[in-house]
């Protein structure tokens, strides 16, 4: 029930109470008037007819009664008339009366008593009449009783009239009452309460709205006043606030580190543009998530115990360098990250905050700052060491060939001169790749289809890798984007990478070639340079694979796992330098028993990255 309705009611029911009461009242003092009428009129025409009928009696002759009774005019429909004798007989009636039960003697005497004898209502049949008695006596003789009887037929349809005519005037002035007050509630109350609510449902959903005007220095009136001022000041707030809010949204969306705010139950509340940027994890992918139950590597690595710290106050921050995570889209990355308790205004922890900055740029910079001047080291140690044998060298393969030729044909050549021989064209070809190690050859820079590299490599070890039961399954993507570099040296560079593939299974194996385009947003570029588009070839056996302690070493010089004399550890340190010189880069994913995985990244066009 609406308020107007509810005013309507408190106001119109004490209002029908008091008219009701009214009607009441005047009703009954309606009805009590006309029975005091009746009943003095009852009384005055017994008063009138005991007179004559008393004479009568004294006489003992009722034909008088008759002739008196016509004398009087009354009405047989509206009177009745009965005389009692002295025992309380009917000796005569009259009008209403057409019989009535005898009157015993004790009920006469006591009418003698009586100054104005007795008057009651009575029923005749269904009939109200009023009725009066009164004795009728000669010089204190009891000469019997007068009944006169008056129908109030007429004074109840009279008081019926009336009770009707009241309660359609009452009706009526209630309907009136309830339109006007209605109207009144409705435009006094109703409507402005309704523009308030309007206003503030506005104000609750952050709609602009104009003040509501209320005329009027009533109640009602004055609470708009004060609520267009309440509405002005929270609108004020509301703006202030999102200001601050939007600039403290943009200072965190801005800062270059990472920031994840939870709350008390591990649900993130906040996700920073770059943690979107770096990772390509959207804000409405984790907003109202909890942190460990959308990224789970991150409890598996030792978070949890960190923030569950914070959370609990058992500590204000905390921080981890070189932290290891495999993030769900990017791959493994190393990260710095900086935790610190939030805390409301009353002190206590409502949440926790994670500065989180990316070192893995860092990391393989340095890596291959480190590498550099490590292969620095190794072409300058190469290329003298290069130096040093050569003559020499030169000098035993010329002595050895010499001899050989000395030797003749006719006699049996010693097998020593022949392995003299057979050795030093091996050094001399290790010097020449270590002289190509230390001083690689000018690059002549062309356009190049890295799919139809991959075809040509795999037709020079086509016959070597089916002699060896390997299959062999491609996906050499069509019109890749170009990529400029020298045709040679890629080729050699994926060369080497192939035939360490197939090194890799010596009982046979699948080996996988594939090539795809690479748009920019999905490699994380290196420190200092943008992001560019490039394209990719993934080389892939089920092989030994690569035991995890000499990963970090696969790139080295020297370093190689086929054993002596079966590679030079030249191969993967030159494809890698090749790689780098075109401004490229290689990954290498392996697992023992499972096989390798090289992908081999190069930016379209020649671009750097």
């Known amino acids: 029930m609406t ?34 009428q009746a009943a003095a009129e009852v009384e005055r025409i017994a008063n009138t007819l005991a007179i004559p009928m008393v004479e009568s009696l004294k006489r003992r002759t009722s034909a008088d009664l008759s002739e008196i009774l016509k004398r009087s005019t009354l009405e047989r429909g509206r009177f009745g008339v009965i005389v009692y004798d002295p025992t309380g007989h009917p000796f005569y009636t009259w009008g209403l009366f057409a019989a009535d039960r005898a009157l015993r003697p004790e009920d006469l005497r006591p009418l003698l008593g009586l100054p104005r004898q007795m008057g009651k209502p009575e029923a005749l049949g269904e009939m109200p009449v009023w009725s009066h008695l009164i004795a009728l006596t000669a ?30 005037t009452l009706a009526a002035i209630t309907f009136i009452l309830t339109i006007l007050i209605s109207l009144v509630i409705q435009r006094t109350v109703s409507a402005p309460l309704a523009r308030l609510m309007t206003r503030i449902q506005a104000l609750a959903s952050g709609t602009p709205s104009e003040d509501v005007v209320i005329s009027g220095r009533d109640e009602v009136g004055q609470l708009s006043r004060e609520f267009n001022a309440l509405a002005r000041n929270l609108d004020e707030a509301r703006r202030r606030l999102l200001e601050e809010s939007e600039h403290a949204r943009n200072v965190i969306q801005s800062i270059t580190n990472g920031i994840i705010g939870v709350d008390t139950e591990e649900r993130i509340r906040t996700w920073s543009r770059a943690m979107t940027d770096r990772y390509g994890i959207q804000e409405s992918e984790v907003l109202g998530r909890k942190l460990f139950d959308t990224f789970p590597a991150l409890e598996s690595e030792g978070l949890r115990a960190e923030v569950d710290r914070l959370l609990t106050n058992q500590a204000r921050e905390f921080e981890l360098r070189y932290f290891e ?37 860092r990391v393989a910079l340095s890596q291959e700052v480190q590498q550099a001047e490590k292969l620095a080291v190794v072409g300058q140690l190469a290329a003298g060491i290069a130096h040093q044998i050569g003559t020499p060298l030169n000098v035993i393969s010329g002595s050895a060939e010499y001899l050989m030729m000395e030797w003749g044909a006719e006699k049996p050549r010693p097998q020593e001169l022949e392995i003299i021989i057979a050795q030093t064209d091996r050094i001399t070809k290790l010097i020449q790749q270590l002289l190509n190690f230390a001083r690689p050859a000018r690059m002549e820079l062309r356009p190049l289809d890295l799919s139809e590299l991959l075809r040509e490599v795999l037709g020079l070890t086509e016959h070597q890798i089916a002699k060896g039961q390997i299959s062999v399954e491609t996906d050499l993507q069509a019109s890749l984007p170009p990529t400029v570099g020298d045709a040679n040296q890629l080729e050699q560079a994926l060369l080497n990478i192939v035939i360490n593939a197939w090194h890799a299974m010596p009982g046979g194996g699948r080996l996988t070639l594939r090539t795809r385009s690479v748009p920019a947003g999905e490699r994380h570029h290196r420190v200092g340079r943008p992001a560019t588009s490039g394209v990719e070839a993934i080389i892939a056996d089920t092989g030994t694979g690569i035991a995890p302690e000499h990963m970090p070493r696969i790139f080295d010089p020297f370093f190689s796992t086929k054993g002596v004399g079966k590679g030079t550890g030249l191969g993967l340190a030159i494809s890698r330098r090749i790689v780098e010189d075109h401004h490229g880069s290689i990954d290498v994913a392996s697992e023992v028993g499972q096989g390798t995985t090289f992908t081999i990244w190069l930016p379209a066009g020649g671009g750097t990255t």
């Open 139 to 168: 010089d204190g003789e009891l000469l019997g009783a007068l009944k006169v009887t008056m129908s109030l037929r007429d004074m109840q349809e009279f008081l019926a009239r009336e009770r009707n005519v009241l309660l359609g």
């Open 325 to 361: 995570h495999e993030t769900l889209r990017r791959g493994r990355v190393i990260l710095n990250i900086r935790g610190s308790a939030l805390r409301g205004a009353t002190d206590e922890v409502v949440g926790a905050v994670l500065a989180i900055e990316d070192m893995t740029d």
């Open 3 to 36: 308020l107007g309705s509810k005013l309507t009611l408190w106001v119109l029911l004490p209002l029908l109470l008091v008219l009701i009461l009214l009607a009441t009242i005047t009703l009954r003092r309606e009805r009590e008037t006309h029975e005091r």
